[in-house]
């Protein structure tokens, strides 16, 4: 095949690149450059680079701080199915393992970022989402598509999400918070070895989310902290494999933490950032999706991040950012079994503005994770990498961006990995953009893979890394701020993915999976400005995602046509926003309907179980009673259908939250 090859001609491939762009620098400095400030500047509207290149050929989608607010989702999972209509495998309702997936990839080969700095567990390989507290989020980037080239990070399959959480705050005091309550529809029901049970009427009590903020800004500086708790009883009514209405139980969440950053400007446009947060968590997990009996858990985490951005780094044309993050994290399965892990983490970026049509980012990422475990012994890991990044416009409307990465895995038989990445971005009119990428990626095996010992499981120390190879294609076109429409092919195949399955009695990871992915992502987005009111305008949104994907392994072929488990071939999303300057009291409000639709999906290999396709119809209503308080209602799953997120783990019906913001600022 090609591409083993590519990755030995992708350097000479890169020299080529930046000798044909010298032929061209007379036509890029001709006029204003086409790809204006606030694309090319590392800073952000707030003033704060957060460790990014400037420019990213891949499929980008930011979730805004008022997206996020007007959302009211419980946590990030949900936030991202309803705003981005990515899909979700989960084990239940709050508190619960949650598996985001992208493009076929799973949470394991996602890089999840906070500000920059990569937060996948070394042990596990996923991101645990509820240690993370909406309310103290200002955005969300995710950025579809393996091996990216703006943080150049490993372990991106299926996509990079980036958690930024410090903004510079606005001058004065700021003091906010929340509380909402949700509710689940009561209801006679079956208990097994007791009968039948009367409605649990607390069930209308459910689950309670607080929250509380505080900022203040001054001239050279500023501070932001808040505080969340979440209480979760996650009990609600479903139907069973034999049509029995049953109630779920001993699945109680309770979880707290909170969060502190602060922003100090210094000399020659520097900033000196500095965050921290803590959360605890007590659950008690189910002994199976039906069962009424479970286990406690207890998760405990924090984490501290030190940034220094310089824009201007001794000369006027080179930047640098540096961050040093540190990271404890404990996990106790009823107190049998323990697991303790520490990770220390440095990135250091260095970009060169050579030319008006030339950039070239230099950088590098070392992690050191220790990890003490009852079932895995006491182990670490140094692993990290160095990268070389050029974006030049060898024409005024023609990007690109090639960029190769030295990874050293730590472990393994291949002691550095090149990983190398081409992109293109070319801007015909103003209004449309194409978009075009290449590129490797890779993934270094978790400790759990390698070391579990315990229950029946056995990991594999010799394990490989996981490894492939992918490309898309796509076209943004948007005219007069009305009209978006997104459409991105892409295809992406992979070898070495690290699958457990049962020998003798025994479960062992290998190093058998192979799979080709081939899909489509499509958005389009109209805004329709009303002259008259109540409305101020109308906003539809239209999503699709097509994903076909081929299972390789266990000796199949194309022609066995099996898929990928728990990967639908068809998701799509509606829906309908209006937005008014004026309601009650003369305050404004919003009114969003949304739909989400997912085919069915294989639980298994083989693809004897299927799991029947399901829709979600959701309402999101905030009014605001004041200058400075809004309420909101939401009603999620309005249809009450039963459905399974993961085989045998039934999802909630209809559940209404009710709540109230507050948020008073420049005091």
């Known amino acids: 095949m090609f591409f083993p090859r590519a990755g030995k001609l992708f350097p000479a491939f890169i020299l080529f690149c930046l000798v044909l762009a010298s032929l061209f620098p007379q036509e890029a400095e001709e006029g204003d450059d086409f790809f204006d400030e606030e694309v090319l500047l590392l800073e952000d509207l707030e003033g704060i680079t957060i460790t990014a290149s400037p420019e990213t050929t891949q499929q980008l989608t930011v979730i805004t701080r008022e997206e996020i607010e007007n959302a009211h989702a419980p946590d990030l999972a949900v936030l991202l ?161 034999y049509g029995r209405t049953l109630r779920r139980e001993s699945n109680e969440v309770w979880d707290t933490g909170g969060s502190l950053s602060y922003i100090r400007d210094l000399p020659d446009e520097a900033k000196l950032i500095l965050g921290g947060d803590l959360s605890y968590g007590d659950k008690t997990i189910p002994l199976s999706g039906t069962s009424d009996r479970g286990e406690s858990q207890r998760d405990f985490s924090t984490r501290q991040n030190l940034l220094l951005d310089m824009p201007r780094a001794f000369r006027d044309e080179l930047s640098s950012e540096a961050s040093l993050s540190y990271a404890w994290s404990v996990r106790e399965y009823a107190a049998a079994s323990r697991h303790d892990q520490q990770v220390l983490t440095a990135i250091n970026r260095w970009t060169w503005y050579p030319l008006d049509w030339l950039t070239l980012t230099l950088g590098g990422d070392y992690r050191y994770a220790f990890l003490d475990s009852t079932d895995m012994g006491r182990r670490d890991r140094h692993d990290g990498g160095l990268y070389l990044t050029a974006e030049f416009q060898p024409m005024r409307r023609v990007l690109l961006i090639p960029s190769i990465k030295a990874v050293f895995p730590g472990s393994g038989t291949a002691p550095i990995v090149p990983v190398p990445k081409l992109g293109f971005v070319w801007t015909p009119t103003d209004a449309l953009t194409l978009k ?32 492939g190879w992918g490309a898309d294609l796509g076209a943004a076109y948007q005219a007069n701020d009305r009209i978006r429409l997104e459409g991105f092919f892409f295809t992406q195949w992979t070898v070495d993915s690290i699958h457990w399955y049962p020998s003798g009695g025994t479960w062992k990871p290998t190093n058998v999976g192979e799979a080709v992915f081939f899909g489509l992502d499509a958005k389009l987005d109209l805004d329709f400005p009303l002259s008259r009111p109540p409305f101020e305008k109308i906003g539809l949104s239209f999503s699709y995602h097509y994903l076909l ?94 459905y399974e997120s993961f085989d045998d783990y039934y999802m909630p019906g209809l559940t209404i939250t009710l709540g109230v913001r507050v948020n008073f600022s420049g005091i």
């Open 549 to 642: 994907s081929y299972l390789l392994s266990y000796g199949y072929s194309f022609a066995s046509d099996k898929r990928i488990p728990y990967m639908p071939r068809h998701t799509v999303g509606l829906s309908l926003a209006l937005p008014w300057a004026r309601g009650f009291r003369g305050y404004g409000g919003s009114l969003q309907l949304s739909g989400h639709y997912e085919g069915r999906r294989y639980a298994d290999t083989v693809n004897l179980t299927g799991l029947k396709p399901y829709f979600l119809l959701n309402a999101n209503l905030t009014q605001g009673i004041g200058r400075n308080c809004s309420v909101f209602a939401v009603l999620r799953n309005i249809l009450n259908q039963s």
């Open 81 to 241: 199915q309803e705003t981005l209509d990515l899909g979700l495998t989960r084990y239940g309702p709050y508190g619960n393992q949650t598996d985001i997936n992208m493009r076929g990839f799973d949470s394991q080969r996602i890089a999840f970022l906070i500000n920059g700095v990569p937060v996948n567990s070394p042990m596990t390989g996923d991101f645990d989402i509820f240690l993370l507290d909406l309310s103290s989020v200002d955005r969300i980037e995710v950025i579809y598509g393996g091996s990216d080239s703006k943080y150049n990070v490993s372990g991106s399959l299926g996509g990079v999400i980036n958690i930024i959480t410090v903004k510079k705050e606005a001058p004065g005091l700021r003091i906010g918070g929340s509380f909402a309550n949700t509710a689940a529809l009561p209801g006679k029901y079956y208990k097994p070895r007791s009968g039948d049970q009367d409605p649990q009427w607390q069930d209308l009590v459910d689950t309670q989310n607080f929250t509380v903020s505080l900022g203040y800004g001054a001239e050279k500086s500023s501070w932001s902290g808040g505080l969340f708790a979440n209480r979760a009883g996650n009990h609600f009514l479903f139907k069973d494999y």
């Open 436 to 467: 075009n990428n290449y590129f490797r990626s890779f993934k270094i095996p978790d400790f759990e893979d390698l070391y579990w010992n315990g229950g029946g499981l056995y990991g594999n120390p010799d394990l490989k890394s996981e490894d």
